[in-house]
């Protein structure tokens, strides 16, 4: 019978090494710093390829997701703008769409609108007098 491997400091600090990593991989996913990863493609790749690339001298991997979480909040504050820039809570500003029909103007709906260029009168004045005179009288000349 073999004897039961013993587990050396080695084993334990990969081991540590490879659950912080995991932890830290973790945080690329949290929509919380999807605004960071969007203005900072570079850091994204870094903490792709090495989640403890910003990671100074860590207990456990607890330690080292807090340190890469505190490092992603502070770049995070960095982003925001000011409380007098407006913040997330400000609203856009309004887009003007053309003039304004004045409410005098536009119609109701329950009226109806007639274009009459011609004053009907005139133009009923003017056949009738065409054809007044056009007609002969019967014995006229």
Known sequence: ????????DDDE?????KMAEK????????????????ADATLLK??????????????DAQDASDQVKDMLDER????KPAEGDGGDDAKPPAVDAGAPNPSSTTPKKDEKTVVNPLN?????????AKLQKGRRTPGGA
């Open 120 to 128: 009907e009168d005139k133009v009923t004045s003017s056949i009738l």
């Open 76 to 79: 995070l504050a960095g982003l």
């Open 13 to 17: 600090d990969a081991k540590e090494a």
């Open 23 to 38: 932890k830290a991989n973790r945080l690329l996913l949290d929509p919380k710093y999807r605004s960071v990863f969007d």
């Open 46 to 59: 870094v903490l792709t390829d090495d989640p403890l690339y910003f990671v100074d001298d860590y207990v």
């Open 1 to 8: 019978m073999e004897p039961a491997a013993i587990s050396t």
